[in-house]
């Protein structure tokens, strides 16, 4: 059985096509350039981007489930090219954030897209990315040991790319998970404090946190660049996520809207293009993502917020439960140095 891994560069992808393989499957992986991939040797790497879907074709040929990263712009082309090719199954990655209900112009599309394909569909929906600390901490913890922030209380639950992965190899290889999307969380909500305290335990040395205005954060994020700059207004509430201009002073909840994460391309780095996740779930420090405890929640969420699909916990569907952020700390503690 071959699966096409789009994305497979990414945080997540790349950890889909290393569960395939290990599973056994017959793995190809698109990326934009197959030299520059680092992909495992056992991974077919093919060249191609989701924003040209005629790239696809080539791709496409021979296979039967089809791991699908989010481009809403051409994503019901990219469906019909797949159906047309003898694919079978897709799974998407979505965001925790069409649950909730922020999400009506990124990731629902690509669901919906997926939805009226005529394929066996399953969604993956993440809150909020672990790895978004790397884009938006290392910086200032690998040259200050500090994070400067205006909500030190903040809750929120972020996931480790891998358990993302799993639900995504889950739902590819295995039957029983068809019209149906899982939420994908970390395993209990830590403060933003508390968080960076588990990133020095791994570190072995102090980080600072730093208590600042919603303005002085913005300020540090537009100097520090990149991901943090594109992101600040929504992540630090100046904009709901829908880019709706907002007030964080005057909001009474601050992590009510989630924000943007990161899926990160080895080829290019955080971006906002074909092979960027651009907003599962929640951003640091400015949402809680899906509120749904994968540990021990087996009630389904009824409330799809504009999506078909009954939301589960992913813990229901991988056996497993989700790895805690200090896991994660110690998994990318060399990010943080």
């Not at 003898?86 to 990731?107: I, K, N, Q």
């Not at 903040?154 to 998970?177: C, K, N, Q, Y």
Request: charged share 25%; proline share 8%; aromatic share 6%.
């Amino acid at each position: 059985m071959r699966i096409l891994v789009t994305g497979a560069t990414g945080t997540v992808g790349r950890h889909v096509v290393r569960g395939l393989i290990d599973a056994g499957a017959d793995v190809r992986a698109l990326t934009r350039d197959p030299r520059r991939a680092g992909l495992p040797a056992r991974a077919e790497a093919v060249t191609g981007d989701l924003t040209r879907p005629a790239d696809l074709r080539d791709a496409l040929k021979g296979v039967e489930r089809l791991y699908l990263f989010p481009e809403p712009d051409t994503a019901r082309e990219v469906m019909a090219l797949a159906r047309e090719a003898g694919v079978r199954r897709v799974v998407v990655l979505s965001s925790g954030a069409v649950t909730a209900g922020y999400d009506t112009s990124h990731h629902l599309p690509v669901e919906r897209a997926a939805e009226e394909s005529g394929l066996e569909w399953t969604h993956v929906r993440p809150g909020e990315f672990a790895m978004n600390h790397v884009a938006l901490w290392g910086p200032p913890i690998r040259t200050e040991r500090v994070v400067r922030h205006p909500y030190p209380d903040l809750e929120s639950r972020p996931v480790h790319e891998r358990d993302i992965a799993d639900m995504a190899v889950t739902a590819l290889l295995a039957d029983g998970h068809t019209g149906r999307a899982y939420a994908v969380d970390g395993p209990a909500p830590l403060t933003l404090r508390e968080q960076v305290r588990a990133i020095a335990a791994a570190l072995g040395e102090e980080i600072r946190f730093d208590e600042v205005t919603p303005e002085e954060a913005r300020q540090h994020y537009l100097r520090q660049g990149g991901f943090a700059a594109e992101n600040a207004d929504m992540l630090l509430g100046f904009t709901d996520y829908e880019g709706n201009p907002v007030d964080p002073e005057q909001d009474e909840d601050p992590g009510a809207d989630p924000g943007p994460t990161a899926d990160q391309d080895a080829e290019s780095g955080p971006e906002t293009g074909s092979n960027a996740d651009t907003a599962p779930g929640t951003g640091t420090g400015t949402g809680t993502g899906t509120d749904t405890d994968t540990d021990t929640d087996t009630d389904t969420d009824t409330d799809t917020a504009g999506s078909s699909a009954p939301c589960f916990p992913a813990a229901t569907a991988t056996g497993r439960p989700a790895r805690p952020f200090a896991a994660w700390a110690r998994d990318h503690v060399d990010d943080f140095r």
